[in-house]
């Protein structure tokens, strides 16, 4: 439902329907709740970083001449070699692999962040796995029985592939 609002939870024990800000009651057993932040970069932008949809990071985390600085975590856009372009993640891996990133960096100039975006959740019965970055596709691919929650899903773009199981 997009353009949809949420105004609550509702259910005794455990959720049993949602309420939209409109009105709509929407039966279910469980709902999955995706949020996104916006980065602060108020500091950055007045210390004179460049700043685009977080602070942009440079290679070892430096910037301006006379000023040191080190951007790590959900605030930090970076160059990734592999997608060729600046990516900001908004996860808990992301933080624990810039933070020392960073902080080799703060020590000498080996600091650059090799790993490309992993995110790994652990919910309460099933493993999901979201190696790399996808902000645009045109196809998924399946293998496997998506019936039984065992399966892989590719998001692919001008791939030309068959998107049968």
Not at 92 to 109: D, H, I
Not at 121 to 146: I, M, N
Request: proline share 5%; aromatic share 8%.
């Amino acid at each position: 439902m997009l353009g949809e609002g949420v105004a609550s939870f509702e259910g005794d024990s455990v959720l049993q329907r949602v309420r939209t800000a409109g009105g709509k009651l929407i039966d279910c057993d469980f709902a999955v709740v995706g949020i996104g932040v916006l980065p602060r970069v108020e500091l950055a932008l007045a210390a004179g970083l460049d700043v685009d949809n977080g602070v942009l990071r440079r290679r070892y985390a430096r910037g301006i001449p006379h000023l040191t600085w080190f951007a790590a975590g959900d605030v930090a856009r970076r160059l990734t070699r592999f997608y060729g372009e600046r990516i900001r993640v908004e996860h808990w891996s992301n933080a624990l692999n810039q933070g020392p990133a960073a902080a080799r960096a703060m020590l000498g100039p080996a600091g650059q962040l090799r790993p490309d975006p992993v995110l790994l959740l652990r919910p309460v019965r099933h493993r999901h796995g979201v190696p790399g970055y996808a902000p645009q596709w045109d196809q998924v691919l399946f293998r496997g029985d998506r019936s039984d929650g065992k399966f892989v899903a590719f998001w692919l773009r001008d791939s030309g592939a068959s998107s049968q199981e």
